[in-house]
């Protein structure tokens, strides 16, 4: 098709974004939509196509827009301009105007000010002047509407067409498909366009033959007009029908002119950029959307993203929400989920998946292969780079909060089936790693017993996790507070033990300081003797740290549930940074010095070799505390040992059911997934992840040490690729924001030493993952069960990608067209109108307290 035929498809007639305050254009507002609207898929931007704000604009604003939207989208993006005037010498100024000004073509309306006196001669002799002056091509407007009743039959359109070359399109906003066929019929495609004028007849006019549509509505969702075009061209007309009709009920609502369009815009599309804040028309919701049962319909953008490659009836999300449910902030999500959890809730919750048996049970794994001073490095330097990993999830998470956290970014982002192979992966791991919690249970309360039924425990955390999980989200956030409150206490009474008991404060009066570094030393020979010993011990520690070290994705996870996300979120990622120093990094020291690393009692346990009820105690500091005789706190910290491993199981069930529904939310897992009760649960996730802990019963006829190892050695694996995962979409994510022009450091969070950081952590990371089963291939470790272990996830991963990419055809996301809008809209709509006050971590613990001591004053006076 020759260059000056305006490009098929969809094209959006920008609105013009005014400042409140001196009612003058915005244009750095302006630009950043128009930037916004060039990401979109749309095929070129009419600027100044909005009549009932273009005949209000000077000559200079209107040149000013057509330059500002040149400068935004770039040299190459088609830009056609609007150049209606009321005679032929104006409207030849305004196409020299837009031709010094950047734009490609013209769209210009009939001279018909005077109504019936616009005869055809006139409109001959106008279009005639028009053709033979004008420097760019021009696209003949026929809107009768705005014409005083003036319209242009399709004879006419064609007769000028042929007779001028410059004349290379129509726009139809006369709702006249007849027109198009006719007009389509002679004059061929690569000569001249017809466009229709209105997004609602769109496919009608795709069947008879235009090239597209110059649509007003695709300033409020235009994904969605252009992934019906392109359903429609790749021969998926059901499913353009689906999504058409959808659009064309929420089309409807805004059939009242520009008041209404710049409304819509300003709370679904212009939010979405930046700070985008279009003045919004003084017309209540209710009168913007008429609908006949009060209600307003909604097309959700993120199923037409031009990223996703299945699109059905589910996954146009079809809503109504009244007038005070917006207005008041309860339009949560674009989902079903709820945001119920407050700031003291996401920072307990955190450290409640983070912290849990690895902490204070699995550690002693690595202590044991590599001694204390390779246990230390080790735990630091994988602290370090999780901590550049969480700087990468910190930025996108506050920018994008949305259910399902990063595995839906990587699909959104990246490729739909990295999302597919990220959301798979999570939940395997996180499904898996509620019966191995169950297993660390029951090697825990061997502590008091041996005689304790191993059934019975399973059963009760089964009971219990499905009973905590089943009610609003609320409720669990809750539980899981004073259960992770119980984890705070547990590492500050084992450090206070640690510094206590090494400078002499024990019953056996014993300084024993940093001895075990000295003797039996600070390096463990692993495997092999010498060096090569001491560098396997210390990777035998890495892989101990791989498993216990974790947290950035469980923040991301709950990114779609949290009350205001882009406060609550970036606070908690912050605080990431002082978890992994304090609770990982001195666990790693504590452990080497209360315990060397070849204590008996440890072996014995790790061999599965241990017999007696209290000698199966597991953890390394309740092992010390009986060496150095101190009676009752180690049942105690046994005691708080348990609630810590049943709130880490707890946490895991929250994860798994989660991470299912953001499957099922990008149509990656079955669509009953979806539904939710009323107070926003998963609940069938939550019976597919229950089933899980079902694998505990596994203990039954097996040394509980035994079944913990496979399980360590499955999860760990997939605990590696989530931050893989992470990595690559954040590196996606960030070439995005370069190719689309979005400012980052106006983000909530803003990621220092970026991409940097996250290259060398990803770098760091994959040779971790490769290296995870180095002991397997040592001569006569190998098994099959071994490999089978450590390398189960890597296996799968490219079952899972290469599957669904040939399955569905999946392509990587280009820079410019990744969708950093995505579900923008909704979290910027519902921050904006949410009704509570922004609490502090301590505010909100302190607001908890004193509504305790009121509700006793209470009950005492009516005692």
């Known amino acids: 098709m020759p260059s000056h035929v305006p490009p098929a498809g969809v094209w959006c007639p920008s609105i013009t974004i005014f400042d409140p305050v001196t009612d003058k254009v915005d244009l750095e507002n302006q630009a950043r939509y128009f930037r916004y609207l060039s990401t979109t898929g749309l095929a070129g931007l009419v600027v100044l196509g909005t009549n009932a704000e273009t005949m209000l604009l000077t000559r200079e604003e209107r040149k000013a827009l057509i330059a500002t939207a040149r400068r935004a989208v770039g040299p190459s993006f088609p830009i056609m301009a609007g150049v209606g005037a009321h005679s032929t010498t104006q409207t030849l100024e305004f196409i020299s105007d837009a031709a010094t000004a950047g734009a490609d073509s013209v769209l210009v309306l009939p001279n018909a000010y005077f109504g ?324 660390a249970l029951n090697l825990v309360l061997k502590y008091w017993s041996d005689d304790i039924p191993v059934a019975g425990v399973v059963a009760v955390c089964i009971v219990l996790y499905f009973s905590i999980n089943a009610f609003v989200v609320k409720a669990y956030g809750e539980a899981e507070f004073w259960l992770a409150l119980g984890k705070v206490l547990l590492i500050l009474i084992v450090f206070s033990f640690t510094f206590i008991t090494m400078v002499g404060g024990n019953p056996v009066k014993d300084a024993y300081g940093f001895r075990y570094w000295n003797n039996p030393g600070a ?99 309740v092992i010390a505390m009986r060496n150095l005789r101190i009676s009752g706190l180690p049942h105690v910290v046994n005691a708080l040992l348990c609630t810590s491993i049943f709130s880490a199981g707890n946490a895991y069930t929250y994860y798994g059911t989660r991470s299912l529904y953001g499957l099922a939310l990008e149509g990656q897992a079955p669509k009953f997934l979806k539904k939710c009760t009323k107070k926003g649960v998963p609940f069938y996730c939550l019976l597919v992840t229950i089933c899980f802990p079902f694998l505990g019963f596994l203990n039954v006829n097996a040394g509980s040490a035994k079944v913990l190892t496979w399980f360590i050695n499955i999860i760990t694996g997939a605990q590696i690729i989530n931050y893989i995962v992470i990595c690559i979409t954040y590196l996606f994510f960030y070439r995005a924001t370069k190719a689309q022009g979005v400012d980052r450091k106006a983000m909530p969070y803003y990621g220092y030493f970026q991409p940097y950081g996250t290259w060398i952590s990803m770098i760091f990371l994959t040779l971790v993952l490769g290296c995870y089963g180095y002991g397997t291939f040592l001569p006569g470790n190998f ?44 979290i910027d709509a519902y921050e904006a109108s949410f009704a509570e006050e922004t609490k502090g971590f301590w505010q909100e613990i302190v607001e908890m307290l004193m509504c305790g001591l009121k509700g006793r004053k209470k009950q005492s006076g009516y005692a």
């Open 116 to 439: 019936g006196a616009t005869t055809p001669r006139v409109l001959e002799t106008f279009y005639d002047q028009i053709a033979a002056c004008s420097d760019l091509p021009i696209v003949i407007y026929n809107f009768p509407g705005v014409c005083n009743g003036v319209d242009l039959s399709s004879d006419f359109i064609e007769a000028m067409a042929k007779r001028h070359s410059n004349i290379v399109g129509v726009k139809l906003t006369c709702g006249s498909v007849a027109k198009i066929t006719r007009l389509a019929a002679v004059l061929p495609k690569e000569r001249f366009a017809v466009f229709g004028g209105q997004a609602d007849f769109i496919i009608g006019g795709l069947s008879s033959g235009s090239s597209g549509c110059i649509a007003a509505f695709a300033n409020v969702v235009p994904r969605c007009i252009v992934r019906i075009n392109e359903l429609y061209h790749q021969g998926k007309h059901k499913e353009a029908l689906t999504l058409h009709q959808k659009t064309a009920l929420a089309e409807q609502a805004i059939k009242g002119g520009i008041a209404p369009t710049k409304y819509a815009a300003a709370i679904h599309s212009a939010t979405c950029v930046d700070e985008i804040r279009i003045q919004q028309d003084s017309r209540p919701l209710s009168s913007a959307y008429p609908m006949a049962d009060n209600k307003t319909y909604e097309v959700n953008e993120k199923s037409a993203s031009p990223s996703h490659e299945v699109y059905g009836e589910d996954q146009v999300i079809h809503r109504t929400r009244t007038e005070s449910s917006f207005a008041h902030g309860q339009v949560h999500n674009a989902d079903q989920l709820q945001r119920h959890l407050g700031n003291r809730q996401v920072q307990l919750i955190a450290i409640g998946g983070s912290i849990g048996t690895a902490t204070f049970v699995s550690i002693a794994n690595g202590l044991v292969k590599g001694g204390p001073g390779s246990l230390l490095l080790a735990y630091t330097i994988y602290s370090c780079m999780l901590g550049l990993v969480n700087n990468a999830m910190a930025e996108m998470a506050s920018y994008m909060p949305v259910t399902g956290g990063f595995i839906r970014m990587a699909g959104h982002w990246v490729d739909p089936a990295m999302g597919f192979w990220a959301g798979w992966n999570f939940f395997l791991y996180e499904a898996i790693l509620i019966p191995f919690e169950i297993s």
């Open 523 to 621: 390096f463990a020979e692993y495997n092999s003797t010498g060096h090569l010993g001491r560098f396997e011990g210390f990777l035998g520690c890495l892989w101990s740290a791989a498993f216990t070290i974790v947290g950035p994705e469980y923040l991301s996870m709950l990114s779609g549930e949290v009350k205001v996300p882009r406060i609550y979120l970036k606070n908690a990622f912050k605080v990431t940074y002082v978890r992994f120093a304090f609770f990982f990094i001195g666990s790693a020291l504590c452990v080497g010095i209360v315990i060397p690393y070849n204590e008996k009692t440890l072996l014995d346990i790790l061999a599965g070799n241990s017999g007696g009820g209290g000698s199966a105690a597991a953890s390394p500091y």
């Open 783 to 826: 098994t099959v069960d071994g490999l089978f272990t450590y390398y189960m996830m890597v296996f799968l991963a490219p079952i899972f990608f290469f599957g669904w990419k040939v399955l569905k055809k999946t392509k990587f996301v280009k820079p410019h067209e990744a969708d950093l809008v995505w579900e923008k809209a909704y």
